[in-house]
């Protein structure tokens, strides 16, 4: 308040040179307020970028796993306590029965099939929690009959969390993207 009757008085006062003092002091003060405000963000930065490298290896090794069709290496990523939803609706809630559902898809529909992905967007909500966006593509799937499907393609989003030090998926939805008819 003080700041704003000073700089109010001194532009009062008329005169073109106290005008210009006070625009000068007033784009001091700014920057120096943008400065001080932008210097978080800056020492953020740095580790924005390594924690943004570390997950986009989990989710470089996550799909590794899937295409060795290593079902206990696949889940290890999922949280403990962690949740699943793929493209039909299923849930599946912890790395355990995870690692259950995929045992049994990678001996059967799974068998030959192969998969990429690649991260869109991170987005950092907090320092230990991040919303993840990935493209995936999986090829050489079969169908309940035992035919093989056609390439499939869609989004993963992931809600990943710090834990112990590691980034975990606490959250992980698969959608797929609609064939052109």
Known sequence: MKLEFE??????????????????ALAVILVASFSIAISPARGQSKSTDADSSAIRQVIADFIDAFNRHDAHAWAMPIAEDG???NVTGLYLHGRKDFEARFTELFSGRLK???????????????????????????????ASDGSENPVRKGLF????????????????????FATAR
Do not use: Y
């Not at 590691?166 to 698969?174: G, L, T, Y």
């Open 7 to 24: 700089i109010g008085w001194m532009l009062a006062d008329g005169g073109m040179m106290t005008r210009t003092c006070a625009r000068a």
């Open 157 to 176: 989003n992931f809600v990943v969390t710090r834990q112990n030090g590691h980034w975990m998926f606490a959250i992980f939805e698969e959608s797929e």
């Open 112 to 142: 030959t099939a192969h998969r990429t992905a690649t991260v869109r967007h991170i987005r950092f909500m907090t320092p230990d929690v991040a919303a993840v966006d990935a493209d995936w593509e999986l090829v050489g799937s079969k």
């Open 83 to 85: 949740d699943f939803t």
